[in-house]
């Protein structure tokens, strides 16, 4: 509740990678994964990505509207390197519920490289409540792709959501076998 994990660059160098091997579940209740290149304040920094790698039976993040529970691998303002990918791979289901809740993959203003990857395996996922799955561009370069594999897909009032100012936006693509909710 309300836990982080971060792995960051705020100057020269790459930011490290984040791996979560889980026998049953994942929760995040209004905590964060974070792996970003820079820091909130723009201070220049130079560096790549982390990725972040999920797997489990079930994984699950859940918000309220006052406190998200966010995976967020991007690049501040005036940073520069190499997007990383997002991936969460489960079994049985993947589940992003709440206001702000979800994966963002963005670059900010005024920062030069490509949107991180989100790629999702479940064989059921749900994205509800204003959750959503972003990857967004801000800078100069594309967007993130979203890819998504499962046999039962349902968006409820939740967002998917990939562009680029100055650059390509990133493709959507959805491989769902048998039921797609929306």
Do not use: C, H, W
């Amino acid at each position: 509740n309300g836990a982080v994990l971060k792995t960051s660059n705020a100057g020269q160098g790459n930011a490290g990678n984040v791996v979560i091997n889980a026998g049953d579940r994942v929760l995040f209740d209004t905590g964060d994964i974070l792996s970003n290149v820079g820091s909130s304040d723009g201070t220049p920094a130079e560096g790549n990505v982390g990725s972040i790698s999920i797997s489990a039976k079930n994984v699950s993040l859940t918000g309220t509207e006052n406190n998200a529970a966010q995976i967020q691998a991007g690049f501040y303002s005036n940073t520069q390197g190499k997007s990383g990918i997002v991936s969460i791979e489960a079994t049985d289901s993947i589940s992003f519920d709440g206001f702000s809740t979800g994966i963002y993959a963005s670059v900010d203003p005024n920062s030069f490289g490509n949107g991180s990857d989100i790629q999702l395996k479940a064989r059921s996922i749900s994205v509800t409540n204003s959750s959503g799955l972003t990857t967004s561009n801000f800078g100069e370069g594309n967007g993130g792709k979203i890819d998504i594999n499962t046999n039962s897909l349902k968006l409820d009032r939740g967002l998917f959501f990939s562009n680029a100012f100055v650059g390509s936006g990133g493709d959507i693509n959805l491989t769902v076998k048998n039921r797609l909710f929306l």
